[in-house]
């Protein structure tokens, strides 16, 4: 008697745990939030991007008396953002290339090394130049643009072009179209160079935590991969098993015909 009850105890724990685990929610991002109505989150990195080589910059220089700044300034072109030729823009200042060597060469001033500084850095630098010659400059650097891989289990997996310093891997993943539900949440990787080497960092969407992360704010080329979690695993294996198997069968199936028809054929002469 007293083994049938723990057999039957243990039958109602397994079937216990399993409706517990069916239910549980591990869809939602930031779950250690728990049910508070309003709080405060973690508090963030500095979202600004150092300038690496073949990033794309407009400059703009300027004062109180244009025509004194003029000429520190490119001429304006009909040109359309690298990566887009299909489309003209209106008429603006061209943009400037980071060289390999990290350098950029402007009117007048000539030769700025900028890699590794920010855009505000590059615009104190340029305005210590031409305030020179000219009184009260005003300098504006902006990062027109670069690319984010997003990949793995999203929506739309596809290379996403940032137009602005500020975007964070949220912005990724909503522009891929969020995670599928087959997205493993707790483990998005980030891919990042630093130093001419691959540097990766494992984010867990559950964990508010995320904001203070110093890979929360995404920087050129970086990669978002998410990773399938253990449900698509298993369908991909089960898919592959049928296939295999489907293979095999249609294999065998050849066979025995082309064995059938020589049978026929020997037989008939």
Known sequence: MKFKNLIIFAVLTLVLTGCKTATENTLSYFRNLGDSPSGVMPQGT??????VPEDELSIVVTSSVPEATAMFNQPQANTARRGD????????????????????????????????KTTREVEQMIVSRVSQTVKDPFVRVELT???????????????????????????????????????????????????GQQ????????DSNIFSSPYFYLQQNDVVY??????????????QNNAYKLTVISTIVSAASVIASLIIAVAVK
């Open 46 to 51: 500095s979202y600004e991007i150092k300038i």
């Open 85 to 116: 030729m299909s489309t003209q823009s209106a008429p603006r200042l061209q943009t400037y290339i980071v060289n390999k060597d990290g350098d950029i060469v402007m009117p007048v001033i000539g030769r700025l090394n900028v890699a590794g």
């Open 145 to 195: 643009g670069f690319y984010i891989n997003v990949m793995g289990e999203v929506k739309n997996p596809h290379r996403v072009y940032v137009n602005s310093e500020r975007f964070t891997l949220l912005d990724a993943l909503s522009a891929a179209g969020d995670l599928t539900e087959f997205g493993e949440r707790n483990n998005v990787l980030v891919i990042r160079e630093e130093n």
């Open 199 to 206: 540097i990766y960092h494992r984010l867990n969407l559950a």
């Open 226 to 239: 998410v990773e399938p979690n253990q449900i698509r695993i298993d369908n991909s294996k089960y898919n």
